[in-house]
Nanobody, 121 residues
Framework: QVQLVESGGGLVQAGGSLRLSCVAS????????VAWFRRTPGQEREFVAV?????DYVDSVKGRFTISRDNAKKTVYLQMNSLKPEDTAVYYC?????????????????WGQGTQVTVSS
């Protein structure tokens, strides 16, 4: 098991940037695949990005968001540029050793508490 804590959310105007951080505690962090998901009220969690066995993004953020990791700091980052109002959500990081479908939130058994991102128009 690994414990995850997100930070870096906030209120930003459209076109602005934020960098989210996900700090992990526990062993073997380097072996984990780590993803970012987001959720808006009344909606299921939506896959945003993953890093580990592969790096990938949901189409709506490609070219704007970048996921990266610093294993020495046990931290995964999500750099979000050119933010849009539709990016407004609670963002969660999640981790798993293995997966069949990294876009499926049920594949992840370690979750952070979430951080709110609000983009104003």
């Amino acid at each position: 098991q690994v414990q995850l804590v997100e930070s870096g959310g906030g209120l930003v105007q459209a076109g602005g940037s934020l960098r989210l951080s996900c700090v992990a505690s526990g062993r073997s962090f380097t072996n984990y695949n780590v993803a970012w998901f987001r959720r808006t009220p009344g909606q299921e969690r939506e896959f945003v990005a993953v890093i580990g066995w592969q790096t990938d993004y949901v189409d709506s953020v490609k070219g704007r968001f970048t996921i990266s990791r610093d294993n020495a700091k046990k931290t995964v980052y999500l750099q979000m540029n050119s933010l849009k109002p539709e990016d407004t959500a609670v963002y969660y990081c999640a981790a798993t050793f293995t997966y069949n479908d990294y876009r499926n939130s049920y594949e992840y058994d370690n979750w952070g508490q979430g951080t709110q991102v609000t983009v104003s128009s």
